[in-house]
C-alpha cells in the first residue's frame, strides 16, 4: 500500500513538472492552424489561460478613460478565442484584462505564475494604436520568458504567422544606454528629456513674444495683445502638464495613452504658440 501510495505522488509530482503554463494575450483574435500551433506545446501538458485586454478602439478614447464598450468587445472576442481553441482540441480558462496588453499580463502573473508569455499582435499595416513598443514593453516589463506572434488577417481565410519574436526570462532595461537621470529623478530617455527641455524653452520663448507683443504700440485697440498672453498661459499650463506628468509616469513605467497625450500637447502645441505669438508680433 505504501508503495502504491508513493508511486501515485511520483505521478503527480511528474505532471506538475510536465504541465506548461502559458499566459496568452490575445488583442484581436486567435484563428487558423499556424496561431493555434503557437500555443501548443509538444513538451508535456498545457495549461493555458487567455487574457484579453479591454483596449480602446483609439487612443484618444483611451485618454478619455472609455471602459464599457471596450469591456464588451472584449468580452464577444474572448468567447469567440475560447470557442476556437476548443475546436482545436484546446482547453482554455480566459479574463478580461486591463486596455493596456502588458499591465494585462502583470495583473494575471500575479494570480498565477506561468513558465512562457505568449502575446498575439496584428501585422504591419493591420497593426492598432497600442501595439507600437508592445514586445519591447514586455521585455522590460515581464519576467517569464516572452514570445510576440506577429498575425496577419486573411479576410474569409485563414490568419498567417509572419513573423516569431522570443526573449528569455526576466527583464531587460532596452533604454539603458539611451537614459537621462538620477538617484532622485526617474529615468527618461533621451527623446523625452530632448522634449521636456524644449517645452520648457518654447514656454520662455512665447512668453518673451507676449511681452513684446503687449510692448507694441496699436495691439491693444485689436485685441491681440490680449490673445498673446491666452496663447503663453496656455501654453505654459501645457509644458507643466507634460514636465509633473511625464516625470510620475517614468516613475511608474507608464507609457499608455496619457503619457502620449501629455507628449502630443507639449511638442505639437508650443511650436505653434511660437509661430502663432511670432506672427501677431510681426503683423498685428
Not at 502504491?4 to 511528474?14: F, I, K, L, N, V
Amino acid at each position: 500500500m505504501a508503495d502504491a501510495r508513493q508511486t501515485g505522488a511520483d505521478a503527480r509530482r511528474t505532471g506538475a513538472a510536465t504541465r506548461h503554463r502559458v499566459l496568452a494575450i490575445v488583442t484581436d483574435r486567435v484563428g487558423g492552424r499556424e496561431s493555434v500551433a503557437q500555443i501548443r506545446h509538444d513538451g508535456g501538458e498545457l495549461e493555458l489561460r487567455v487574457v484579453v485586454p479591454a483596449v480602446e478602439a483609439s487612443s484618444f478614447q483611451h485618454t478619455l478613460g472609455d471602459v464599457d464598450e471596450p469591456r464588451e468587445q472584449a468580452e464577444q472576442r474572448l468567447r469567440e478565442v475560447l470557442a476556437e481553441l476548443r475546436r482545436s482540441g484546446i482547453e482554455a480558462t480566459g479574463e478580461i484584462g486591463d486596455p493596456d496588453p502588458v499591465q494585462a499580463a502583470e495583473d494575471a502573473l500575479l494570480k498565477a505564475p506561468a513558465d512562457e508569455v505568449v502575446i498575439f499582435e496584428n501585422a504591419g499595416d493591420q497593426s492598432r494604436w497600442f501595439e507600437d513598443g508592445l514586445f519591447e514593453k514586455a521585455r522590460e516589463t515581464l519576467t517569464p520568458p516572452l514570445r510576440l506572434v506577429e498575425v496577419r488577417h486573411e479576410p474569409g481565410g485563414e490568419d498567417h504567422v509572419v513573423d516569431v519574436e522570443t526573449a528569455g526570462a526576466g527583464t531587460e532595461n532596452l533604454d539603458a544606454e539611451h537614459e537621462v537621470g538620477s538617484a532622485y529623478v526617474p529615468n527618461l530617455s533621451r527623446a523625452d528629456f530632448a522634449g521636456m527641455v524644449a517645452g520648457i524653452l518654447g514656454t520662455i520663448v512665447v512668453a518673451v513674444l507676449a511681452a513684446a507683443v503687449t510692448a507694441g504700440e496699436g495691439t491693444q485697440e485689436s485685441g491681440w495683445e490680449a490673445a498673446a498672453i491666452l496663447i503663453a498661459i496656455g501654453v505654459a499650463l501645457a509644458n507643466m502638464a507634460h514636465v509633473v506628468g511625464l516625470t510620475l509616469f517614468e516613475s511608474v513605467h507608464y507609457r499608455g495613452g496619457f503619457a502620449k497625450f501629455f507628449r502630443f500637447l507639449a511638442l505639437v502645441i508650443t511650436p505653434a504658440a511660437v509661430l502663432i505669438n511670432l506672427a501677431i508680433l510681426l503683423f498685428a
